[in-house]
Structure formats: C-alpha cells, structure tokens
C-alpha cells in the first residue's frame, strides 16, 4: 500500500465539484461553472502549468485575471463572476484538504466599463411602449406584466412558468424550486391589476400541466425558445424608436422602482424581490433605480430665499 498521498490537479478536481454544483445551483449557473472552469484549465496548459492544485501560486492566479482582463478583454462583472466561482472551487479544495490557504489575495479587478445592465423604462414611453405590445402581442404583453408585477427573472423562472403554477383566486405565483435562482420554491404576491389581467388572457380556463409562454404566442407542451420574448420585444421597442438601454429585463427593474416610490416599506419590497437580506435591496435599487430622497428633494436650502 503506498504512503504518500497523490495530489490532484485542478482538472482532476473539477469533475467531483462540478457535479456538487449541479445539486445546488440552477441550470445555467452549472454550466457557468463549467466554462470558467475549463477556461482556468485551458490557460493552465497554455501555460504549462501542470502542478497539482496545492502548488498553483498566488501570481499564477494574479496572472489568470490578468489575462481575462487584458487579453480576453472581459468586463468588470464577468469577471467578478470568474473570481467566485474559481474561488469556489480553491474553496472545495481547502475543505477536502488538497490545500492549505486560498491563493488569491494578489487578483486586481479592472475597471468597470461602461453600465450594459436594462435602465428603468420612463414613465412618458411606458404609456406608449405597453398598449402598442398589448395590441399586437397579447403573450409578451402578459410576460411583460408578470416581470413588471410580480419581479420573476425571464430566464427560467418566466419561461418555466406554468399555469398550475398561478392562483388566482389567492393571487399568488409559485416558483418551482429547480427553476428559482436559489433553487428554493418561492411565493409571490399578484397585485390586483395582474390578476385581472390573468383572467383576460384565460389562464382560469387553460390546462395547468401547459407552459403559459409555449411556442407560437399560445399555450404549450413545452415553454418558448430562451430568447424569443427578448427578441419581440426589441422589435416593438425599436418599432417605436425608444432607447436601446430599454432592455426585456427592464420591466423588473421598472416595477421595483415604481414601487419603491409608492412608499411601501423596504421589508415589504424585498419580500416581493425575495431578496434574503435588506441590504441586497438597497444595493438593487441604488444600482438599478437610484436613491432618491424626499427630504433633500423638497427641503434644501434656497441660497437665494434661505441664506441670512
């Protein structure tokens, strides 16, 4: 029987952490971890780095993010997704003890350039944006309300949806927990209008066991393709002219801030966001909606009535 323990390259770790992450994550995060991964590995035998993961060097990291920034040219927040879940898995390693400390005290992140994330749509190009789609498309219209009400993603979450997934008469969505971002089954509250609008489109009368959002702008066995509904609704908002920072997403982003304004309480927007902390809340709303505060608003000094 041998003595001495075999040391594994990050490679050879990969496959058992991934498949852990295939437990807790959802689909497309899973598959994120694995192309970080072999983009790491990938970089590692460019560089003839064929060292067991214990031997990999604070700079051979500090070089890997380097190389992301100044040689793949990645943004800012790729690559912050990079350091978590590179780290994740030099975290993995330290618990099963293939390593003693984690080499990344050296990475130095680029820059942010500039903002791509879905600015919060106007209120004077809501009024024209939302009835010209209700016209023409009634299930983007839907989808767009859904993502506008009720803050659920339009990945998985929107496209996954199901009609046995909506009550109506309790006025309450329910997320799957393998679609879910957090894979955790979650609740939300319909407010009214949406409720009403659930009902024009005949989700009371449909077969729960369909997708809402199927192929074909109806009802499905199976749920519309990944990009169609941010593809129609680029067509109808370059239709009409609008700013290309208005994005699909940008309806989540609008509701929130809506609601923000209205004067309900912070607790009560992140249980609508299903946020876990307040403070993710007023970190989403700085960045995607702006703090505005009432008092600085309406009470700041004149210097031209208030100065003695």
């Not at 803050?151 to 009550?167: H, M, N, S, T």
């Not at 089954?185 to 489109?201: F, H």
Request: some cysteine.
């Amino acid at each position: 029987m041998g003595i001495f323990k075999k040391h594994i390259t990050v490679e050879e770790l990969a496959p058992e952490f991934v498949t852990q992450k295939e437990m807790t994550t959802v689909h497309k995060t899973f598959i994120t971890y694995i192309h970080h991964i072999k983009v790491f590995t990938d970089w590692q035998k460019e560089h003839n780095i064929n060292v067991p993961i214990r031997r990999v060097t604070q700079e051979q990291i500090r070089d890997f993010f380097m190389y992301l920034a100044n040689e793949r040219g990645l943004d800012r927040d790729t690559i912050d997704k990079f350091h978590i879940h590179i780290k994740s898995l030099f975290k993995y390693a330290l618990k099963k003890g293939e390593i003693t400390r984690l080499p990344f005290d050296l990475v130095v992140f680029p820059r942010k350039k500039k903002d791509q994330s879905a600015d919060v749509i106007q209120p004077e190009h809501l009024k024209i944006l939302l009835p010209y789609i209700r016209e023409r498309d009634p299930q983007l219209f839907l989808a767009c309300m859904i993502e506008f009400y009720c803050f659920i993603r339009p990945g998985r979450e929107l496209r996954f949806l199901k009609v046995g997934d909506i009550y109506l008469e309790d006025g309450l969505i329910k997320i799957n927990q393998f679609n879910a971002k957090n894979r955790k089954e979650q609740i939300v509250t319909m407010p009214q209008q949406l409720i009403d609008i659930c009902y024009e489109y005949g989700i009371d009368k449909a077969d729960k066991s369909l997708y809402i959002f199927g192929p074909k702008e109806k009802y499905g066995t199976k749920p519309i393709s990944e990009n169609m509904l941010r593809y129609r609704f680029n067509q109808y908002k370059n239709q009409l002219k609008l700013p290309n920072s208005y994005k699909f997403y940008s309806f989540k982003h609008t509701g929130a801030s809506m609601l923000h304004k209205s004067g309900i309480s912070m607790r009560e927007l992140m249980d609508q966001l299903r946020h876990t902390r307040l403070s993710a809340t007023e970190h989403y709303l700085k960045k995607h909606c702006g703090i505005i505060n009432e008092r600085i608003k309406f009470n700041f000094p004149d210097p031209l009535k208030d100065v003695i």
